[in-house]
């Protein structure tokens, strides 16, 4: 297929959008964009919120437990001061074009400053704090908006920095770049998981007749509902507070980026390289659930009753086996108009988005690289 | 989202400065506002705090478990109720959950109503028509979210911040965490004062207005002097911690006493979350 075959096809698919579902993720996306990616309790059925509280379980485990070891008795006051400063920093409004402004959340410069368990421990304290006192995202959700912004968040972020700044000096201008980079799209892999959390709710949640009971959008929608608003304004803000704060503290107190690249803890990110695969294996995720949509069937989270009960979830609907006959009855209405131009939205998203991070990272490594001298030594 | 409980004075558009002024000071008077209700007589205030999240876990668990609206309605009046009895002022919380709602929940909800496939409800113009099963997945995810942001703020507004934290430790949370959470909680209000005289002390010095770059360059300037304060002001604590015998154990002071009346509330309440599951299965 040439290329200009492939944009008429996307011109054509773009154009069968109607013009109020147009203007109608226009306005959300710049409206979801100033509020924080909370998400309140009702958005999730209480057995994902389980299941991500689970899953939170270790992190928090092995966090606290290597604080203890590396700092010991230091990390309480250290680590209940960084939350108190994730907290206020997700107050500052940062001004964005058009008037408007957005929050930051401040993860991704708490790991680059002191690394990704400290910061992962601050933010889930911070984000526990807002849940019980201010009433920001919900209690029972308190593990899905850790997973999103206290895992996700600090620890692909530090490991973009330490990637793509790692081996250079503290005072490099890479060290700015890997800082933004980090923010940027680590920010937008965060929305993606709360776009999935989101999205699996109407595939495995809903009444006999189908009626979502959670979340009512499916992942073709809730995916990009989350990353194209996360791509295009909030995580560029997140990014851009980390790496204009990190340009700041080179300039003031450099003292405090060398923290994470001291040797000790340069052999932290010896644990990222162990952790490849999960990296690798999360990039395939991403790269394969666009595929996904392209046969309906199959599409990730709309699992059949065997597969759910394989699954260990307790809450199959009752009758599902009979409804199973039914059930490509609501995914033959998916093709609706709007329905179906929403998961094609996605791929196009998908598509444009990978498409925009690479230029974008190539674009940065090479302007910020150039005239710059290399790396002082490599390390195996 | 942050559901404000001041009312907007100003409704002209403020600079960065002065939004952010207020989010911190609205923040300080909300916990304010909350320890002045946690003061007063009523139902919830007297509970034992450990019956008090645990009842409204269990309240938030039958929220999320319901597959039936009318018991969803039967919770969100549970919450009134509750609310009531705990002279929570009732103006205050319906507002604070609806005012916002339609915001947030509202709009999301909107396109489920039109784009969830079944039999059309109401017919409307241009090829729309609003369908049953939008209409009921929409009602779900409103009395849902609303009536869960009601049973947190509920338990929000009756309990002394202190006081929820000590709570925490019957939900398993090792003391550790429950030492640096109360930390955490100290010093949210000194770096929130302390922002606040940094954003004070800089509107104070400006005349004119100042360019989004310009604000931006400051913000960042701001945030690594509030970083380098933190990073400061935890070796001062560590240090302080130290002379005063800290060697890294925490130690959590556990005085809570069950009351009979704790024990017939704690019951009732989950008793009533243990009905509303069973008639919304």
């Known amino acids: ?380 | 989202m942050s559901s404000g409980t001041v009312p907007r004075l100003h409704r002209r558009r403020r600079s960065l400065l002065e939004k952010t002024l207020a989010d911190l000071t609205q923040a300080l008077e909300q916990s304010l506002f909350a320890e002045d209700i946690a003061r007063q007589r009523g139902l919830l205030q007297a509970l034992d705090p450990r019956v008090k999240v645990i009842s409204i876990l269990a309240l938030l668990i039958a929220v999320g478990l319901s597959r039936s609206l009318p018991v969803l309605l039967g919770l969100y009046g549970v919450a009134l109720v509750l609310a009531w009895w705990s002279a929570v002022p009732m103006g205050f919380f319906i507002k604070r959950v609806w005012l916002f709602m339609p915001f947030f929940t509202g709009v999301i909800a909107v396109p489920a109503l039109f784009v969830t496939p079944g039999p059309a409800l109401v017919a409307l113009p241009l090829g729309l028509a609003i369908t049953r099963p939008g209409a009921t997945t929409a009602l779900f995810l409103l009395l849902r979210v609303s009536t869960s942001v009601s049973l947190g703020v509920l338990l929000m507004l009756t309990t002394a911040w202190a006081t929820l934290l000590k709570a925490l430790s019957v939900l398993r949370v090792p003391e550790g965490f429950i030492l640096i959470l109360g930390m955490t909680y100290r010093y949210i209000f000194l770096l929130l004062l302390t922002a606040e005289d940094m954003f004070l002390s800089r509107k104070s010095r400006i005349v004119g207005r100042m360019t989004s770059a310009d604000e931006r360059q400051w913000l960042a300037a701001s945030i690594g002097t509030l970083l380098d304060k933190s990073l400061h002001l935890s070796s001062e604590v560590y240090l302080a911690m130290q002379a005063r015998g800290y060697r890294g154990q925490a130690r959590t002071l556990d005085t809570f006493r069950m009351s009979v009346h704790d024990w017939l509330w704690g019951v009732a309440i989950l008793g009533v979350a243990a009905g509303m599951i069973w008639l919304g299965r």
């Open chain 1, 1 to 380: 297929m040439s290329p200009s075959s492939v944009y008429q096809s996307v011109q054509v698919l773009f154009r069968k959008i109607p013009n109020w579902v147009k203007i109608y993720y226009a306005a959300l996306g710049i409206w979801l964009t100033t509020t924080a990616m909370h998400i309140p309790d009702g958005y999730l059925s209480p057995a994902t919120c389980a299941v991500m509280f689970v899953v939170m379980l270790p992190f928090w485990y092995f966090g606290l437990k290597k604080l203890r070891e590396k700092l010991n008795a230091r990390s309480a006051p250290l680590v209940a001061l960084l939350a108190a400063f994730c907290f206020i920093i997700m107050m500052f409004n940062v001004p964005i074009p058009g008037g408007t402004t957005a929050h930051a959340v401040g993860g991704a410069l708490a790991a680059i400053i002191l690394g990704p368990e400290v910061a992962s421990i601050a933010v889930s304290i911070a984000l526990i704090i807002q849940a019980f006192f201010f009433g920001d995202g919900g209690i029972l959700c308190i593990g899905a908006n850790c997973f999103n912004m206290a895992v996700v968040l600090p620890y692909v972020s530090y490991a973009i920095y330490q990637a793509i700044s790692g081996k250079f000096p503290v005072q490099s201008r890479r060290r700015v770049a890997g800082a933004f980079l980090g923010g940027w799209l680590a920010l937008t892999l965060a929305a993606f998981f709360a776009g999935v959390e989101f999205g699996i709710q109407p595939a495995l949640f809903h009444t006999a007749d189908g009626t979502p009971l959670y979340a009512p959008y499916p992942l073709s929608v809730s995916i990009p509902g989350m990353v194209i608003p996360h791509l295009l304004i909030a995580g560029v803000v997140e990014g851009l507070i980390t790496a204009l704060v990190v340009a700041y503290v080179q300039r003031t107190n450099q003292a405090a980026l060398e923290v994470t690249a001291q040797p000790a803890l340069a052999a932290e990110v010896g644990t990222f390289r162990r952790l490849r695969l999960l990296w690798i294996g999360l990039a395939v995720l991403i790269l394969a659930t666009p595929l996904g949509l392209l046969a309906p069937g199959t599409a990730w989270g709309e699992w059949g009753s065997d597969e759910l009960t394989g699954r260990g979830l307790a809450f199959v609907p009752q009758g599902l086996k009979q409804l199973e006959g039914l059930w490509g009855a609501p995914l033959a209405g998916y093709d609706l108009p709007a329905l179906g131009n929403s998961s094609l939205g996605y791929i196009l998203s998908a598509a444009v988005g990978i498409v925009v991070i690479g230029i974008v990272a190539w674009l940065f490594t090479v302007l910020l690289t150039s005239g710059r001298p290399p790396a002082p030594k490599e390390q195996a």
